[in-house]
C-alpha cells in the first residue's frame, strides 16, 4: 500500500503560485503542435498538412460566414476579402498587413504567428491560413490559389503568403493549393 500524502510545497507555497509556464493558450497551442508533429511523422508531410487542411477549411467557413453575417453582406469584395484576413489573424495574435493588392493576387507579409513558437519546424500547421486564406477569397471572388512563399515554421523570420484570385500564369506556376466557390 503506497503512503501518499497530500500536502503543499515544502516552502508551503500554493499550487497556484508556482511559476509553471501553462495556461490554455499555450496548452492549446502545444496540443495543435504536438497534434501536427505526429501526424507528420505516422503519415508525412503531404498527408499531415491534407487532414490539416480538412480543419481549416471547416474553419475558414465558419469565419467567412461570422464576418458576412456582421457586415450583413452575402459576399465580399476584394478589398473586404483582403481586410477580413489581416483583421481575423490580428484576433488570434498574428501580424499580417498587406504588401501588395490588385485584380490578380492579394500578398501578405506577417511579423507573427498566432500559434508562435509553437509552429517552429511544424510546416503543416500553415495549412491552417492556407485553407482559411483559400476558403475565405475563393467563396467570396470565386477562386483562390494560396502560396506560402516564406513561413515562420520553415525558420523565415515572418511569412509572405500570396493568394492568387485569377487562375493567371503567375498562379499555375505557384506552388500551393487552389481553392474554389462551392
Known amino acids: 500500500m503506497s503512503n ?8 508551503n507555497q500554493s499550487f497556484t503560485e508556482l511559476d509553471i509556464p ?16 505526429t501526424l507528420e511523422n505516422v503519415v508525412g508531410l503531404e498527408e499531415a498538412s491534407g487532414f490539416i487542411s480538412v480543419v ?4 475558414g467557413r465558419a469565419i467567412d460566414h461570422h464576418y458576412k453575417s456582421a457586415l450583413q453582406l452575402s459576399r465580399l469584395s476584394r478589398s473586404q476579402v483582403a481586410q477580413v484576413l489581416v483583421d481575423l489573424k490580428r484576433r488570434i495574435n498574428g501580424d499580417f498587413y498587406v504588401i501588395e ?10 511579423r507573427a504567428c498566432p500559434f508562435g513558437d ?14 482559411v486564406f483559400g476558403s475565405i477569397a475563393a467563396d467570396n471572388l470565386g477562386y483562390a490559389k494560396v502560396e506560402l512563399q516564406e513561413t515562420i515554421a520553415q525558420g523565415h523570420s515572418g511569412c509572405r503568403v500570396v493568394v492568387y484570385l485569377q487562375p493567371t500564369e503567375d498562379a499555375e506556376d505557384a506552388e500551393g493549393r487552389e481553392y474554389f466557390r462551392i
Do not use: W
Request: glycine content about 6%.
Open 118 to 131: 509553437k509552429v517552429l519546424n511544424r510546416p503543416s500547421m500553415c495549412m491552417m491560413t492556407s485553407n
Open 101 to 110: 493588392e490588385d485584380d490578380e493576387k492579394i500578398v501578405f507579409g506577417n
Open 4 to 11: 501518499l500524502t497530500h500536502s503543499s510545497p515544502d516552502n
Open 22 to 37: 501553462l495556461e490554455r493558450d499555450i496548452f492549446l497551442r502545444t496540443l495543435i503542435r504536438e497534434l501536427a508533429g
Open 56 to 59: 481549416g477549411q471547416s474553419m
